[in-house]
């Protein structure tokens, strides 16, 4: 019952796909501070290279950079074949990579809609699917492979922007961890989700134009999140300590979501 042995995630492989910035950032850095070795990926080839570095260096831990674009059934290949060279086994799985597209509802584009079904949904499942083997290796009850989703409270609550395609991708995303969890189980892979609130990124930082004071007036806990909030939470379903949970979604959003019922203009 000891933390060290019940949260451990030492040793273990993870791969974070957009794990170059923001949430995937966080995600990747709790696993690395806790002695896992992570994979990340994203388009920007220069960006993720340099992530991987800074983040191995400040770690003391082996973060290794795989450019790649994981909204095309190619670009998965390719990801697959080049973790494949390296890892006959991989612990961890977080299907982070996401797109946002916002737009008046009259001009709201078929690209957009696209573009953010493609990624959000499309490659979450199909990443799944293209890493099965390298999940299914040596995963048992007592030691099973873990998927974890990124979703969103916007997938839960109707958001204020009109950013419909996101909202409805982060639904389906809620609902495909759901539904791949009751088959994936008969695996030993363990498939739940994280739905977080506002977290300081590059996709929240642009809708808002990096004034993040308001989301942090409208929060509960006078705040948004930080690496350890979602952290810590990839962390536990990664661990002996989520080996029971499974298809879930966990909000991580300080209490937005559970208030969501109140006037906090009246307050
Ligand atoms: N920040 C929040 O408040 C918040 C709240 C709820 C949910 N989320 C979710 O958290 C996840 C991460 O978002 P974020 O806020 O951290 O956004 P972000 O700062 O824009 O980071 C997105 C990451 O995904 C990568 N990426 C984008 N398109 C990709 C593609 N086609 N293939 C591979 N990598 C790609 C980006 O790198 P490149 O641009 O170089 O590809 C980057 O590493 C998303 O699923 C998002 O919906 C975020």
């Not at 390719?78 to 991989?90: A, C, D, F, G, R």
């Not at 990124?201 to 806990?221: D, I, K, W």
């Not at 949970?245 to 559970?258: F, K, N, P, Q, S």
Request: charged share 20%.
């Amino acid at each position: 019952m000891k933390i060290e042995d019940i949260f451990s995630v030492k040793d273990k492989v993870a791969l974070v796909t957009g794990g170059s910035r923001g949430v995937g950032e966080m995600i990747a850095s709790a696993y690395l501070a806790n002695g896992a070795k992570v994979y990340i990926t994203a388009r920007k080839a220069e960006a993720c290279n340099d992530k991987a570095n800074e983040l191995s260096e400040r770690y003391n831990a082996e973060c290794i950079s795989i450019p790649n674009n994981a909204s095309t059934l190619d670009g998965i290949e390719e990801l697959y074949n080049e973790v494949s060279q390296k890892e006959s086994k991989i612990d961890i799985l977080v299907n982070n990579a996401g797109a946002a597209w916002g737009e008046p509802i009259e001009e709201f584009s078929e690209l957009g809609w696209d573009k953010v079904m493609d990624l959000n949904v499309k490659s979450m499942f199909f990443v799944t699917q293209k890493f099965l083997p390298l999940l299914k290796k040596g995963s048992t009850k007592e030691n099973p492979a873990r998927v974890i989703n990124i979703g969103s409270i916007d997938g839960i609550n109707t958001p204020a922007f009109e950013n419909y395609v996101y909202s409805a991708s982060k639904a389906a995303v809620h609902h495909l961890t759901r539904h791949l969890s009751s088959r994936l189980v008969q695996d030993n892979i363990l498939v739940n989700a994280i739905a977080p609130g506002p977290f300081p990124s590059n996709m929240l930082g642009s809708a808002v134009a990096h004034n993040y004071a308001p989301l942090v007036e409208r929060n509960p806990m006078k705040r948004i999140g930080t690496a350890e909030d979602v952290g810590g939470l990839a962390i536990f379903l990664s661990s002996r300590a989520g080996n029971f949970t499974v298809g879930e979604t966990i909000i991580c959003d300080g209490g937005l979501t559970a208030s969501s019922g109140h006037d906090l203009t009246s307050e």
